[in-house]
Structure formats: C-alpha cells, structure tokens
C-alpha cells in the first residue's frame, strides 16, 4: 500500500541554520503531497501542498519540490527561527478516491537561539 | 476559515464504558476524517466518510464505530473502551471539490484516556 517516510527526529538547529526534513513516498499513481505542522496541543494545519511532478509548494519561507523521479518531497527553510520549533508531518493523498491522506510519522525540530 | 470543532479536548473514561467523541465542520464538507495519534505512529486512519450516512474503514477500524446523521457532524464511538485506546483523536474534514488535491482540515484533537 501506500506510504510515507520521513526522518527521525528531533532534528535540532540553530537559529538562523538552513533546514532539510526528507519526506520520500510510495504509491500507486500520482498523489498530492502535502506538508502539515502541528503546534503543542493543537490539531495539525497545512503548511504547503504540492499537486504534481515538478511543483514547488511554499508558505512562510518553506519550500518543498515534487520529485517523480526520486519519490520525494523534501521540507526546506533557508534560515530557521525558535517559532519553528513544532513538528512537521508529511503525507500524501490517496488518488484512488475520497482524499484519505497517509502520514508519516512526523519530525520534531528543535531551534534554539 | 474552516472550523472544525471536537467536542472535548480532554476526556476520562473506564475500561468497557462506551465513549462518544463528537466532531462538527462548519464549511459544508463533503468528507470527514477520524485519525489517532500516537507518539512514534504518527496518524492513522479510523474511519471515513464521504457523505451523510455513508462509511468507509480506513486502516485500524477495529473496535470503533463512526456515525454521521447530518453532514455537519461526524461521532466515533467506542463500544466498550480499552486501555489501548488511550491516544489522541483528531478529526478532519474536506471539500470533494478537485478530486484528491484539497487538503484536509482539522480540530484541536481530544485526549482521551481509558483507565
């Protein structure tokens, strides 16, 4: 079936320090792929999407790119800050029907001053 | 913006005791999502429903039930409540508009704890 994987984390930086969370995929077809965050105690919210090959979805500074070729839908920031300190989910949507989303099992980051 | 609102944020119950977890969508949502959350597990899907009176399993429907009476609102319940199923429950909700490229969008998510 269809799955995500994402790495472990906590992934920790420091502020101002470039940001790679890798997000690679499997599936049947062609999926959207989204990034969702999560902040402490609160349901998760769509950070970027991206619908097919090539397509680069961005918010707030974050950028990931669609990779047919390698699978992939890596979460990039070019200068981290301590307010990004949450956990990051990457999940792609079924494209059999009825937009079910497959998680990965998210990647906390750790900024500090 | 989208509100989806669950009902509790955090909730006790005993082993066996049948526990309803409500869940309501403001924006006319065709689809509607039960997920649980644990640490190292990330989501995964109970169950779903893509329209008023229909369900579908998603990959861990064991021991749960859904019921959606009016599009707006989506209830999971619990039949007879176990340990394992202390975890934190999130719902969604999504337009069927532009087939699988709508996001989903979600509640605060309930605490639930069986002792």
């Known amino acids: 079936g269809d799955s995500v994987t994402q790495m472990e984390g906590p992934v920790t930086l420091s502020e101002e320090a470039f940001l790679t969370i890798n997000c690679t995929y499997t599936?049947?077809?062609?999926?959207?792929l989204f990034w969702y965050v999560q902040y402490p105690g609160e349901g998760l919210q769509l950070l970027l999407k991206?619908?097919?090959?090539?397509d680069k979805g961005s918010n707030k500074g974050f950028e990931a790119t669609y990779r047919k070729e390698t699978t992939s839908f890596h979460l990039e920031k070019g200068s981290v800050q301590v307010s990004d300190s949450v956990v990051y989910f990457c999940?792609?949507?079924?494209?059999?029907?009825?937009?079910?989303?497959?998680f990965g099992t998210g990647t906390r980051l750790l900024v500090s001053p | 913006d989208v509100k989806v609102t669950q009902s509790s944020r955090y909730l006790v119950k005993r082993t066996g005791e049948k526990v309803f977890l409500e869940c309501v969508q403001d924006m006319d949502h065709e689809n509607m999502f039960w997920y649980r959350q644990d640490p190292g597990l990330g989501l995964r899907l109970i169950y779903f429903s893509y329209d008023v009176k229909m369900k579908e399993k998603g990959d861990i429907p064991e021991g749960y039930s859904v019921s959606r009476e009016k599009k707006e609102r989506f209830s999971l319940i619990l039949e007879s409540a176990s340990t394992s199923q202390t975890s934190m429950y999130l719902c969604?909700?999504?337009?069927?508009?532009?087939?699988?490229?709508?996001?989903?969008?979600f509640g605060d998510g309930t605490r639930l704890s069986i002792l």
């Open positions: 969604a909700s999504s337009s069927s508009t532009g087939v699988h490229n709508q996001p989903q969008h």
């Open positions: 999940a792609l949507s079924d494209p059999s029907g009825f937009q079910k989303l497959v």
């Open positions: 991206a619908t097919k090959a090539d």
């Open positions: 599936a049947t077809g062609y999926p959207s």
